[in-house]
Nanobody, 121 residues
């Protein structure tokens, strides 16, 4: 699949918003399901959201509760995660990854280095 590079993280106050981007190199991006994951220090990896290669189906972790939206632009080889109503518990390293299939909640063979999201109270 090639390299995945995330951007858009940062420090935000509770209640604020961020939009994460993940840009992929490689020719097969538009045929691959993509997902976002997060991991906070001392905690296990958590599934955040996934999107089918066509963009027609999306899945979210239970904690999202309508606050996040995953989308993709295959013409730009980019998947996005719009995060609204952020809370301090959302603080984590967020990374994107390919998925073995669109319904998977585990990352596949390729993942990025991640972008840090810190939510202050």
């Amino acid at each position: 699949q090639g390299q995945l590079v995330e951007s858009g993280g940062g420090l935000v106050q509770a209640g604020g918003s961020l939009r994460l981007s993940c840009t992929a190199s490689g020719r097969t991006f538009n045929s691959v399901a993509m997902g976002w994951f997060r991991q906070a220090p001392g905690k296990e990896r958590e599934f955040v959201a996934s999107i089918r290669s066509s963009g027609r189906e999306r899945y979210y972790g239970d904690f999202v509760k309508g606050r996040f939206t995953i989308s993709r632009d295959n013409s730009k080889n980019t998947v996005y995660l719009q995060m609204n109503s952020l809370i301090t518990e959302d603080t984590a390293l967020y990374y994107c990854a390919t998925l073995p299939w669109y319904g998977s909640r585990n990352p596949g063979n390729s993942r990025g280095q991640g972008t840090q999201v810190t939510v202050s109270s």
